[in-house]
């Protein structure tokens, strides 16, 4: 460990070092912070804008830090300090996603997280492991869910919370004559994510098979993450017009009136595709000049063409008793098409909460590694 007055580098055991900044630190100085909620008690213009580390001592697992001009010291725990530090990957497991190109080369049997409803309910280790491969993954499955209409939301309840909308608490996809939703029609759908016109875009989707037929419907799947960082190295200035330009997505009901704007590929402020909002169906009218339009719809197009490439599509046909939950901010849906009037079929689905799965995730880790908030 080396401290200076305008930063501390210390080094770890597996011979990398890290450097944390002295106002970081100042920052971040555990006794600031409220023994019970762990919130801050001052604000950064409480703290000197120029703090000089007078100090730095290590003592067992903890670096106790003083700095000039204040008597009290600062204790670090050496953990905290490496699981915060620059570089070092910090992040849950949920959080670093493992994105999945070729669909068509995966079997969803195989390569993605299953369990029964009874096991997850019976074990927290298997709930913990299906939820960071669901968040990993934007996509895991459920099977032996009873085929009653309470059954999704009874299963739902440790995946995170759910979010009503004009369709209620779930929704019946199923075919009804002159349909308000082409989703409630026999017709096969290309991929596409729900409700870009909401605000929020709900964060995960479920859906249940209760009745599903043998003669088509098969869900589609495939990875807008992995599609959209695969348009960014073939073709760069459709990807950035694809993030740069607002697109409005309108759905109008007898009970509903809803619009939002947001780019059809949507990044992080480090730059990562962060979300993917693509949906043919509620697109509206684009306001842009006439050269402008003309350079969207090729850039466009370009992506519409890339989701419909066979190569991408994980294929599965649900059985009845299958529930399968996805990242409707990454992972693109879609079904082909059926009769319903030889044979029935009928999902039933809702919407989750984005941060309530990842936050179902963290109290699960938390209780298995026996730590407190």
């Known amino acids: 460990m080396r401290a200076e007055p305008g930063s501390l580098r210390v080094e770890w055991t597996d011979g990398t070092t890290s450097e944390f900044a002295s106002i970081w630190l100042r920052d971040n100085v555990p006794e600031d912070r409220d023994a019970h909620s762990g919130q801050r008690l001052v604000d950064v213009a409480d703290i000197p804008a120029d703090p000089r580390i007078r100090s730095a001592v290590i003592d067992g697992r903890s670096i106790r830090v003083q700095w000039d ?43 993605f997280a299953w369990a029964t409803l009874d096991e997850a309910l019976d074990s927290a280790s298997i709930r913990l492991h299906w939820l960071t491969r669901l968040l990993q993954d934007g996509i895991a499955f459920l099977s032996a869910v009873p085929s009653t209409e309470s059954a999704i939301l009874e299963a739902m309840a440790w995946v995170g919370r759910v979010s009503e909308t004009n369709y209620g608490l779930v929704f019946d996809v199923r075919s009804v004559p002159q349909p308000e939703n082409l989703a409630y029609s026999d017709l096969g759908l290309g991929l596409h994510t729900d409700n870009p016109y909401r605000e929020p875009v709900p964060g995960f989707q479920a859906l249940h098979a209760l009745v599903t037929s043998d003669e088509g419907g098969d869900n589609l799947f495939a990875d807008g993450l992995a599609l959209a960082n695969d348009l960014r190295e073939s073709a760069p200035e459709a990807f950035a017009l694809l993030t740069q330009t607002p697109v409005p997505f309108r759905y109008r009901s007898k009970d509903a009136e809803l619009q939002a704007e947001r780019p059809l590929i949507q990044l992080s402020c480090t730059g990562e595709v962060a979300a993917v909002h693509y949906n043919n169906r509620s697109i509206a009218p684009l306001s842009l000049p006439a050269p402008e339009a003309k350079r969207f719809y090729e850039a466009y197009r370009h992506f519409a063409l890339l989701l419909r490439e066979p ?31 030889r044979q029935p079929r009928h999902l039933r689905g809702c919407y989750l909460t984005r941060d309530s799965v990842f936050s179902q995730a963290g109290l699960l880790r938390r209780e298995l590694n026996g730590a407190t908030p």
């Open 69 to 111: 001009g204040e008597t009290r010291t600062a204790t670090f725990d050496t953990d905290w300090l490496a699981n915060n530090a620059f570089a070092r990957e910090s992040r849950a497991p949920e959080r670093i996603p493992r994105p999945w190109l070729e669909g068509a080369r995966l079997d969803p049997a195989r390569d």
């Open 311 to 341: 190569r991408f599509h994980l294929q599965y046909h649900l059985r009845n008793g299958d529930l399968v939950v996805f990242d409707n901010q990454r992972t693109l849906h879609g079904r082909t098409r059926f009769s319903s009037a």
